[in-house]
């Protein structure tokens, strides 16, 4: 996932099992506190839907956290390991000590979400423990099939394809995952190299010159600023690819799913704004503009949330 400042390390498992309304209630703050833009689309959802999608952001950003957060690489796999016991005690049926996955698991089930899609998310999230580079664009790929191709798809049947649409819109979701990371990547190379991390393929930075060096410095060279225009516009690749899949939603869903669009590619304008130089400051969409995105789709939310709503009586 990757959005949003960096966070503390997770709250450990509480001693007894957490409630449900506690446990979506504390996905709600992570979300809040750590995904703000895409926390404001979620607004123009249904209130009903907004839970399930705070879930899926929790657990993500709880694993994410894991990864990043521990100063041992053995330390975060047991924590990584303990992560996943609970969560598969919890799609057992089984009571959990654990702040998050109360939530998580209640609308995996709810929804029928693949749990091959969690599998991979986790295979991921262990492949941060222990990869640093990646060589090529398609093994990067790899690795974003599952920290973020398959959070589009886990929040799919949440977001309610149309029923003609459902197996066609698998594929935009993905698309829409693949381009909020990249843009992610892209906004953060000097966080991620602080981790020792650099999510931009090698191949790329021998392409355009760059050494790993310059990725350190307070401003970027032109080389470095090639590069990073080059990761744009695959990024709006992915965007284009992703925004068929939107009128694919029940309307009650589209309003949010145009607004995190816009927020998120919003980002790449910024970019694009300070000369794709990504090193003197971290791109931020303004926050008048943000709110101007949310209002801008707020009456198409409202009214396709009523309009859901007239649900006419069937006399036999």
Not at 30 to 48: D, E, F, I, K, Q
Not at 139 to 156: D, R
Not at 165 to 189: C, K, S, W
Not at 260 to 272: F, K
Request: aromatic share 8%; hydrophobic share 45%; glycine share 6%.
């Amino acid at each position: 996932m990757r959005s949003g400042p960096a966070a503390p390390p997770p709250v450990p498992p509480t001693p007894t099992p957490t409630t449900l309304t506690a446990s979506y209630e504390r996905c709600r703050r992570l979300h809040a506190a750590y995904g703000r833009s895409y926390y404001l689309a979620t607004r123009l959802l249904p209130a009903w839907k907004r839970p399930h999608v705070h879930a899926l952001y929790g657990f993500a950003r709880y694993a994410d956290e894991i990864v990043d957060s521990f100063a041992m690489t053995t330390d975060r796999a047991v924590a990584l390991d303990g992560l996943t016991a609970r969560l598969v005690a919890g799609v057992a049926g089984d009571p959990i000590s654990d702040p998050v996955l109360p939530a998580f698991t209640h609308t995996l089930r709810a929804f029928d979400v693949d749990l091959a899609d969690v599998d991979a998310f986790l295979t991921s999230m262990r492949a941060d423990l222990t990869v640093r580079r990646y060589a090529t664009y398609d093994e990067l790929l790899g690795y974003m099939e599952g920290s973020a191709a398959v959070i589009g798809t886990m929040m799919l049947p949440i977001l309610e394809p149309l029923p003609h649409a459902a197996d066609r819109a698998r594929e935009p979701a993905r698309q829409l995952g693949l381009a909020f990371q990249l843009t992610n990547f892209i906004r953060d190379v000097s966080e991620d190299l602080a981790r020792g991390r650099i999510y931009l393929p090698l191949a790329d930075l021998d392409k355009f010159g760059v050494a790993e060096a310059d990725l350190a410095a307070r401003r970027a060279t032109p080389a470095v600023r090639e590069l990073v225009a080059f990761e744009a516009d695959r990024a709006r690749d992915h965007y284009r690819q992703a925004l068929e899949g939107i009128d694919m939603l029940a309307p009650s869903s589209r309003p949010c799913v145009r607004a995190a669009y816009e927020l998120y590619s919003g980002i790449l304008h910024q970019v694009e704004a300070a000369g794709h130089d990504v090193l003197a400051g971290r791109a931020r969409v303004p926050r008048r503009r943000r709110l101007a995105i949310f209002a801008r789709h707020l009456a198409a939310a409202s009214a396709a949330d009523r309009a859901e709503r007239r649900v006419t009586a069937e006399v036999p």
